[in-house]
């Protein structure tokens, strides 16, 4: 049986989830008669709480705009998502990540109860993400102005530094945006180029959103499959073709980065793209938990078949 204390708390998550509700439907969700709801609902009103009541037989309960903003209330499951977030986004190459997490995970606590506040304080503190190199740091402002763009079909005016160093001015469409290999990127269509594009954030030098250009997204679009076709048609001097014992998704899953463009072919995957160094890809190849088969070119061979070797030195009895 429900604390009238548990009840009243109850009224205040029900209406937070819902928004509106009516007043039957509260009361039977609390096994209270009508009579007790309304006085639940006067003593949040008292603290603050902006709930609007609509009279009537069957009036409602609705949260109104007031000054103060209401508890915030959380699962144990939510607390610890809330947790696992703010430790996370240490690492996602945030220029204010680590002082926005930690005044965050701060406020948070102090609006906890004392159990709950403890376990997101201990997982907090004893917890670690093996996320190897931190992002490279992109000012917050940056994703927050492109994802709204992105979000309200809103062109944006870029400054844009490229690899090679030249700067440019041009306005594109943000379709969306990606976190990937330790840095965030936009995709969107752009007007210099006359088609999409890809670009990496911590090389936006100045931003600013056109709010009276809108624009349609493709229907469909994908932004981490578009930027892996893309990373696999970069102009890289060794092309590649490698088929994979393993269906699509296993295959996704097993390949820790981008390493070229993965399609379904008969029982496995094919592999293909270019690459800088035979070497490296090998190594790549080598961490994969299922068999592979080379099909060109004959340096990757020769490269896989060097990095075996070695491997296989390793372990001969001296």
């Known amino acids: 049986m429900y604390h009238p204390t548990t009840r ?5 998550e029900l209406l937070q989830v819902h928004g509106r509700m009516t007043g039957p439907e509260l009361a039977r ?14 003593m949040l009103q008292d603290l603050g709480i902006p709930i609007v009541a609509e009279r009537g037989r069957n009036g409602a309960y609705t949260w109104g705009e007031g000054a103060k903003l209401p508890p915030l209330m959380f699962s144990n499951d939510e607390a ?14 945030l220029a204010e990540g680590a002082a926005a997490s930690e ?28 996320t190897h190199e931190p992002g490279v740091q992109v000012p917050a402002v940056i994703l927050f102005e492109l994802s709204r763009a992105a979000h309200e079909r809103q062109r944006v005016s870029l400054r844009y ?20 290999d330790r840095h965030w990127y936009m995709v969107g269509h752009c007007s210099l180029r006359h088609g999409p594009r890809t670009f990496r954030l911590d090389r936006v030098e ?27 048609s970069l102009p890289r001097p ?33 592999l293909r793209g270019a690459t800088e160094n035979y070497d490296w890809l090998a190594r790549e190849l080598a961490t994969l938990p299922f068999a592979f088969k080379i099909r060109s070119p004959a340096g990757l061979r020769q490269a896989v078949r060097q990095l075996g070797e070695m491997l296989l030195a390793g372990v001969a009895e001296s």
């Open 103 to 130: 005044s965050a995970r701060a406020k948070l606590e102090r609006v906890l109860p004392h159990m709950l506040r403890a376990r997101v304080r201990a997982f907090s503190e004893t917890v670690a993400l093996d």
């Open 161 to 180: 530094q490229s690899a090679g160093g030249e700067v440019t001015e041009r306005e594109v469409d943000p379709y969306g945006l990606a976190y990937r």
């Open 80 to 93: 610890l998502a809330l947790a696992l977030g703010l430790l996370s986004s240490r690492q996602l190459g």
């Open 238 to 270: 060794h092309p590649f073709e490698v088929w994979l014992e393993a269906d699509l998704a296993t295959a996704q899953r097993a390949l820790r980065r981008p390493v070229g463009l993965l399609e379904p072919q008969g029982d496995g995957t094919r």
């Open 206 to 232: 100045h931003l600013k959103v056109v709010g009276a250009q809108r624009f349609s997204r493709p229907q469909g679009f994908d932004v981490l499959a578009y930027l892996d076709e893309a990373w696999a």
């Open 8 to 12: 009243v708390l109850a009224v205040l």
């Open 29 to 42: 969700r609390l096994e209270v008669d009508a009579r007790t709801l309304r006085r639940y609902v006067t």
